[in-house]
């Protein structure tokens, strides 16, 4: 069965800096899907990046960017020039082919004014 | 275009209760997932619904039942609620392309208490 861990609960960083996230996860195949996911106090998750397990180049969307380590099985989010607005829980997840998503326990990003 | 819709936004019900979630996929999808989140915890997978049939299924009891109509929205049906039960459900909705997905939108979900 596949898991994903995210160790850091919660982190707080102050406006305009850089935050990485972290992220491991573990399965026995060789093809599969990652997704960082942001939950606002709206409770709607919105999906941040996405990253193909075939790919070896890491994902950007903006100022939002992932290190993926596939030997490592690790894929950790950085979040550049931070704002107000992403300010939210966290989500990292795992998905094979068309099944479920595994998702992690989340952490909790503050960014401070 | 509407994204996915679920309904209601808040719920209460008594245990022992049953209670009906529903959904409505963003428009052109046709793969729904349903997902239970306690509080301060990540989503917990309960099912997927494709071509009105249950496709996967998740470590919940049968309790948790659903289906899913021919214009792709869902149902989720919890039957003799327990205080544990009390969670937010999200529904999400992708399109099947070549037995993979697409990426997953997900609603604002429903609050469910039990108590």
């Known amino acids: 069965a596949q898991t994903v861990t995210q160790s850091q609960p919660e982190m707080s960083v102050q406006e305009a800096e850089t935050v990485t996230l972290s992220c491991t996860y573990d399965t026995s195949e060789n093809n599969y899907y990652l997704f960082w996911y942001k939950q606002p106090p709206s409770r709607q998750m919105i999906l941040v990046i996405r990253q193909e397990a075939y790919k070896q180049q890491n994902a950007t969307e903006n100022r939002f960017s992932v290190n993926f380590q596939k030997a490592a099985k690790s894929f ?33 990003l503050t960014i401070n004014p | 275009d509407a994204g996915v819709t679920q309904s209601p936004t808040h719920l209460i019900k008594t245990r022992g209760q049953q209670v009906t979630l529903r959904c409505s996929p963003k428009s052109g999808h046709d793969t729904v997932s349903w997902y239970q989140q ?53 529904c999400a909705s992708s399109l099947e392309l070549r037995e993979e997905n697409t990426e997953a939108f997900f609603g604002q979900g429903t609050r469910l208490t039990v108590v």
């Open chain 1, 76 to 108: 950790s989010l950085k979040i550049s020039d931070s704002q107000l607005g992403d300010t939210a829980m966290y989500f990292c997840a795992f998905r094979l082919g068309a099944q479920k998503l595994v998702f992690g326990q989340g952490t909790r």
């Open chain 2, 38 to 90: 306690a509080l301060g915890q990540g989503p917990q997978f309960i099912f997927q619904y494709y071509e009105e049939e249950e496709r996967q299924r998740g470590n919940f009891p049968d309790r948790f039942s659903g289906h899913q109509f021919p214009n792709y929205s869902s149902e989720l049906n919890v039957n003799a609620l327990l205080l544990g039960d009390s969670a937010l459900y999200l």
